[in-house]
């Protein structure tokens, strides 16, 4: 059964019984990490307003062969003509609309709620994960990195540790990418990890497009995304590496509100919380309210609540209540979802951010994009 019959009720119950959260977000990024623009390909020369016209054409035509996504070749191939016109848009304001963008949300928002029997029936944690992979591999110091190429497209990347599984992910946005070949796949991404926090009641992520297709060069190494059997030196040292501190740690472990760890992807298994479709502050609710032990079983070290023996804890999840720093912060978010929320839209928005050069966005400022729902109600 599809998960869209319980998807509009159970949101409105959820902001029925917590206040509604009303982001204050950010007029400007203080951050500017980005990464530079990949370069042309050899011979490409200048083009002038009409051959961004017949570029951006012969690009949309090549975007509807299949063959160019599941090749290597092809995906080169591919990503050279969109690169080009990608940044030729930007620089000649030949953008897509804003609500053209809304109706790829849209699109996206109906792949969420036809998953049928997977996982617990939404595909928006598998998306969300997508997002934040395709985005964490930034470093600040290199520049190299973060959501700007979509480099989890080529091998050796697509082939980590960290991104096991999220082949399914990257399957399920390509018709949606078929259907709308001018948005780029790093700016498809990062939307869907959008529209999964959304969706599943969570937040508004503050959000632009601007991200350009890059090559295999571009792919980053191994190592780079949080090993969850780790500790908090760890924890430190990857997200430090991208820019953030320990609150917005904290705050982004948050996302393992949502969705379960597979034994045949991480080797780690269950869920974090008992509704792992939507979007809450049960995540660090559930660190300090149940006692937690260490599982006995065949897997990797990683924890179950004594009482029930259905829900996890990763070792990286529970050292957010053994570190002193991280501690206060989880804490303020168990006792506050608003708060949570508030941190979590802001650190969230930054992520999808990180590695993109400034000029690139096609909007100064994010936008806020509406929900399927938001959207039904001004119709009505």
């Known amino acids: 059964m599809s998960f869209s019959a319980f998807r509009y009720p159970l949101r409105n119950a959820l902001r029925r019984s917590a206040q509604p959260f009303k982001a204050q977000y950010r007029s400007a990024f203080s951050r500017k990490f980005s990464t530079p623009p ?76 036809d998953a049928g029997e997977y996982d617990d029936g939404s595909y928006g944690p598998v998306l969300l994960r997508l997002a934040w992979h395709s985005s964490g591999t930034y470093d600040k110091d290199s520049k190299t990195g973060g959501s700007n190429y979509a480099t989890m497209r080529f091998e050796p990347e697509s082939q980590h540790g960290a991104n096991a599984g999220l082949n399914v992910a990257r399957d399920l946005l390509e018709p949606v990418k078929q259907q709308f070949p001018w948005i780029s796949y790093g700016d498809l991404w990062t939307l869907a990890g959008v529209a999964a926090v959304q969706e599943m009641a969570g937040p ?18 191994d190592g780079r995304l949080p090993d969850a059997s780790q500790g908090a030196d760890h924890l430190r040292n990857i997200f430090y590496r991208m820019g953030f501190n320990d609150q917005e740690i904290v705050a982004l472990s948050g996302a393992h509100a949502l969705g379960r760890c597979h034994r045949d992807r991480s080797g780690f298994d269950g869920p974090w919380t008992f509704a792992p479709t939507t979007v809450t502050n049960d995540y660090f609710r559930l660190l300090f309210d149940e006692k937690w032990v260490w599982r006995r079983w065949d897997g990797p070290k990683q924890l179950e609540d004594k009482k029930t023996k259905t829900l996890m804890m990763l070792p990286t999840d529970y050292v957010l209540v053994q570190d002193k720093s991280f501690k206060k912060f989880a804490k303020a978010y168990a006792d506050s979802q608003d708060l949570w929320f508030k941190d979590f839209s802001a650190a969230v928005s930054t992520l999808f951010e990180l590695g993109v050069p400034t000029e690139q966005f096609v909007s100064p400022e994010p936008w806020i994009l509406p929900t399927v729902e938001e959207q039904q109600e001004k119709k009505n």
């Open 204 to 221: 508004k992520i503050p959000w632009r497009p601007g991200r350009i297709d890059g090559f295999s060069a571009q792919a980053t190494p």
């Open 38 to 113: 990949p370069p042309p390909p050899a011979g490409e020369a200048k083009s002038s307003s009409t051959g961004l016209y017949l570029g951006l054409g012969a690009a949309a035509a090549g975007g509807l062969a299949y063959y160019y996504y599941y090749t290597v070749s092809g995906k080169e191939a591919g990503t050279a003509l969109a690169s080009g016109f990608q940044a030729a848009k930007v620089k000649a304001n030949f953008v897509p609309t804003k609500e053209d963008y809304i109706k790829v949300y849209n699109k996206i928002a109906e792949v969420i709620d």
